[in-house]
């Protein structure tokens, strides 16, 4: 099973970007805490999430940098060449994303009177 949940803020705002097929996808960065084993400080592992489709539209409409979310989805690697060498990817694809702050939460980034505070809320 692959299963990934994972709680953090957005390090930087989602990138939403369109494929050559018409298909929309977010780019978002997620810092999750972490403890370091001996002193205790915390930490934090950058993990990249991609979003497709409706998670990203809902991901361009109601996220923003610092914002703490919840997300469930599943781990995917890939590889592609640059400047002739191989390079690996291990992103996090979602396919849920909540709140996990109440503050301010339901309110869409972008001021358009949108009312959804979650993913499965937005009708369509």
Same mark, same amino acid.
């Given at each position: 099973?692959?299963?990934?949940?994972?709680?953090?803020?957005?390090?930087? /705002?989602? @990138? %939403?970007?369109?494929?050559?097929?018409?298909?929309?996808?977010?780019?978002? #960065?997620?810092?999750?805490?972490?403890? =370091?084993?001996?002193?205790? #400080?915390?930490?934090?592992?950058?993990?990249?999430?991609?979003?497709? @489709?409706?998670?990203?539209?809902?991901?361009?409409? +109601?996220?923003?940098?610092?914002?703490?979310?919840? %997300?469930?989805?599943?781990?995917?690697?890939?590889? +592609?060449?640059?400047?002739?060498? =191989?390079? +690996?990817?291990?992103?996090?694809?979602?396919?849920? %994303?909540?709140?996990?702050? $109440? =503050?301010? $939460?339901?309110?869409? =980034?972008? /001021? /358009?009177?949108?009312?959804?505070?979650?993913?499965? /809320? %937005?009708?369509?």
């Amino acid at each position: 099973m692959n299963k990934v949940i994972l709680m953090g803020r957005l390090a930087r /705002d989602p @990138e %939403i970007q369109t494929t050559t097929t018409g298909k929309v996808k977010a780019l978002m #960065t997620l810092a999750v805490d972490r403890m =370091k084993a001996k002193d205790g #400080t915390r930490a934090a592992d950058f993990i990249g999430l991609v979003a497709w @489709e409706k998670s990203a539209e809902f991901a361009d409409k +109601y996220l923003a940098k610092g914002k703490k979310i919840l %997300i469930e989805g599943r781990i995917q690697t890939g590889s +592609y060449e640059k400047d002739g060498r =191989k390079v +690996y990817t291990t992103d996090v694809v979602c396919e849920r %994303i909540e709140f996990a702050e $109440s =503050k301010g $939460s339901g309110e869409p =980034k972008k /001021d /358009d009177g949108g009312e959804y505070a979650r993913q499965e /809320d %937005i009708p369509f």
